[in-house]
């Protein structure tokens, strides 16, 4: 989908200039995508015809995922402080954590206790088909507490990595997980004091290798998304008693 990048930069060739600095995105043979920064200049032959080019590139991935993680731990920090409740704001935050990476699909689980399970409470996906399949079947699945990766996670109460979803034998959605391309999964937990309030999964198209820089930043807005959600069910439980108590008959 970039192919005519190489047109632009011959035309520019033609008239003599050089490119410098262009920022793009090239594919590993793994498949993997690699932002990097390109440098080409054009070589000339004696009689000042141009006759190649010469292409330095170099990998910035490390760059672009630092300034995409500080930009997700602004917006969340944001969003948060501009809301009350999860329902407000849950879409938009799984959202903003999907794009701290090349995340397809992210959602958050909660216990549900007349279930006895983890449920799926809110998703967001890219805009594909077989992505949107496989969140329907998350929204309507409880998982045992040890089972899936929002089980595992919740009985270890630390982050999960799981590196190709489709092979492990310990995840529930497999089957959906590879019509949909979902290979790579991450999960961790919101916690509120000490305690897990919820978990948040997230996966990818690609492969997942463990990441300590995202561990940390996770680690952070764990705790920070967890105190949020403990906060919207206390305002929640506030206003339900505040109904209760106005509908409640007079005994004067």
Not at 40 to 47: A, G, K, L, M, N
Not at 67 to 77: D, G, L, M, P, S
Request: glycine share 8%; with cysteine.
């Amino acid at each position: 989908n970039r192919r005519n990048e190489e047109l632009k930069i011959i035309e520019r060739f033609r008239q003599g200039e050089r490119v410098l600095r262009y920022e793009t995105v090239h594919l590993r043979k793994d498949g993997a995508a690699l932002d990097v920064s390109v440098a080409v200049s054009p070589i000339r032959d004696e009689t000042g015809n141009i006759v190649g080019a010469s292409k330095i590139a170099r990998d910035k991935t490390e760059r672009v995922r630092t300034e995409r993680r500080r930009t997700t731990q602004y917006a969340v920090t944001n969003l948060l402080a501009a809301s009350w409740t999860l329902a407000e704001v849950a879409t938009e935050l799984l959202e903003v954590m999907a794009s701290s990476g090349d995340w397809a699909f992210a959602a958050i689980w909660t216990y549900d206790e007349a279930a006895r399970g983890l449920r799926c409470r809110n998703v967001w996906h890219e805009a594909s088909e077989r992505v949107k399949k496989f969140s329907d079947l998350s929204l309507v699945i409880t998982l045992p507490e040890g089972q899936g990766l929002p089980g595992r996670v919740w009985n270890s109460k630390k982050p999960t990595w799981v590196y190709d979803v489709t092979c492990d034998p310990n995840f529930p959605r497999a089957p959906y997980a590879a019509a949909a391309d979902l290979r790579g999964g991450f999960a961790f937990p919101l916690f509120f004091h000490g305690e897990i309030d919820g978990i948040m999964e997230l996966f990818s198209h690609n492969v997942v290798e463990p990441d300590g820089d995202l561990l940390q930043m996770v680690e952070a807005l764990g705790s920070q998304i967890g105190l949020f959600i403990e906060r919207g069910r206390i305002v929640q439980e506030s206003e339900r008693q505040k109904k209760k108590a106005g509908a409640a008959p007079s005994t004067a």
